[in-house]
């Protein structure tokens, strides 16, 4: 496991901007964390890191945004996933191997992610602004 302490958004967009000069093209990076703890600013830093050049937003209610760099990002928010039949429902099996995925509310799904996934887990340091980021598994980045 690996911690990094952000005092910014701007400065966790840039972790995950450093994550994806790693990527292979066919990685899950499952996000964990609360409401506002920064999960999207990450996978927006990720998204630019590979070249995505559209704005990258919470998916909340589209269930999926797909965003086409380097590799194509499929950007999940599981928020609302509560079944097997929910999950099924996403698409999300059919994505796999297909490019990034970054997966919001990761805690949801836990049961199916892939044993190699990156887990990224986001949680609130000191004051308002500073997050404390923990990743493990795929080499921990």
Same mark, same amino acid.
Request: charged share 25%; net charge negative; no cysteine.
């Given at each position: 496991?690996?911690?990094?302490?952000?005092?910014?958004?701007?400065?966790?967009?840039?972790?995950?901007? *450093?994550?994806?000069?790693?990527?292979?093209?066919?990685? =899950?990076? /499952?996000? &964990?964390?609360?409401?506002?703890?920064?999960?999207? /600013? &990450?996978?927006?830093?990720?998204?630019?890191?590979?070249?995505? /050049?559209?704005?990258?937003?919470?998916?909340?209610?589209?269930? =999926?945004?797909?965003?086409?760099? *380097? !590799?194509?990002?499929?950007? !999940?928010?599981?928020?609302?996933?509560?079944?097997?039949?929910?999950?099924?429902?996403?698409?999300? &099996?059919? &994505?796999?191997?297909?490019?990034?995925? =970054?997966?919001?509310?990761?805690?949801?799904?836990?049961? /199916?992610?892939?044993?190699?996934?990156?887990? =990224?887990?986001? *949680? *609130?340091?000191?004051?308002?602004?500073?997050?404390?980021?923990?990743?493990?598994?795929?080499?921990?980045?």
């Amino acid at each position: 496991m690996r911690q990094w302490i952000t005092d910014s958004a701007e400065e966790t967009e840039a972790l995950g901007e *450093r994550l994806a000069a790693k990527l292979r093209g066919d990685e =899950v990076i /499952a996000l &964990f964390g609360g409401l506002g703890m920064g999960k999207t /600013a &990450f996978t927006r830093g990720l998204a630019r890191g590979l070249g995505v /050049a559209d704005g990258v937003s919470s998916p909340t209610f589209a269930l =999926v945004n797909e965003y086409r760099g *380097r !590799f194509p990002v499929y950007h !999940f928010d599981m928020y609302r996933v509560q079944s097997w039949d929910d999950l099924y429902s996403t698409g999300f &099996f059919d &994505f796999l191997g297909n490019g990034v995925l =970054v997966i919001e509310w990761s805690e949801n799904i836990e049961g /199916a992610l892939p044993e190699n996934a990156l887990r =990224v887990t986001i *949680r *609130r340091g000191g004051n308002d602004q500073q997050r404390i980021i923990e990743t493990e598994g795929a080499d921990a980045f």
